[in-house]
């Protein structure tokens, strides 16, 4: 069965560790949109340009410019039997245009994965992100910044999709490979 998976959580959860795991997993992409917005940034493109301000503050890119960067990558022929979203949505008018997104493609979602840790240990990990990574953003006020956006932008979502049906929420201290197990056992139990 083809797998349309979001993965949501706070920054340093480990989302983008675990969407690849499953990406390897299910045989479908994953699509980070902070790595498309890097991408642009480190290649000065217009839409890096356009989105850098927001990204250095930690702030949220605008939606005609993060949707339009989801719906063509949605829209690429390896997307067809699949993907991981990784970073998207992360506001409620994102989950608007993404639902349209889906309707347009007629392809249902199947399920969103949602990690989950304390705020020391995410703080802990991004410091610590910051010093392999080196990314512009991983200050500790911008770090603090993206944490509150996704306390009040994005968490928020997670009811949407529980009332849907399709949310499993997961741990995200642990093993990595335990934490993968524990997350395709899940989304199989699921559609079992
Ligand atoms: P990430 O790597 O997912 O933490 O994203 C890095 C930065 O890219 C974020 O702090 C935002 O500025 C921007 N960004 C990534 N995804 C989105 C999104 N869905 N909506 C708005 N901005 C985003």
Not at 19 to 24: H, I, M
Not at 73 to 82: H, I, S, T, V, Y
Not at 121 to 132: D, G, H, N, P, Q
Not at 137 to 152: F, G, Q
């Amino acid at each position: 069965m083809a797998q349309r998976l979001l993965i949501m959580g706070p920054q340093g959860v480990g989302k983008g560790t675990q969407a690849a795991l499953l990406a390897e997993h299910y045989g479908i992409p994953a699509i980070s949109t902070g790595d498309i917005f890097r991408y642009n940034l480190k290649n000065g493109t217009p839409l890096g340009k356009e989105a850098q301000g927001y990204i250095d503050k930690g702030e949220l890119v605008p939606d005609e410019l993060t949707n339009k960067i989801v719906e063509d990558r949605l829209g690429m022929d390896d997307a067809k039997q699949g993907w991981i979203l990784d970073g998207y949505p992360r506001s409620a008018s994102q989950v608007e245009a993404l639902d349209a997104m889906l309707q347009n493609l007629d392809t249902p979602l199947s399920a969103v994965v949602a990690l989950d840790a304390d705020r020391t240990v995410l703080m802990e990990r991004m410091e610590k992100r910051a010093k392999i990574e080196g990314r512009t953003d991983d200050t500790p006020e911008v770090i603090a910044k993206r944490l509150d956006v996704y306390a009040h932008e994005t968490k928020p979502l997670l009811d949407v999709y529980g009332e849907r049906g399709v949310l499993i929420r997961v741990d995200g201290v642990g093993e990595i490979a335990s934490i993968s197990k524990t997350i395709i056992d899940q989304l199989d139990a699921l559609h079992a």
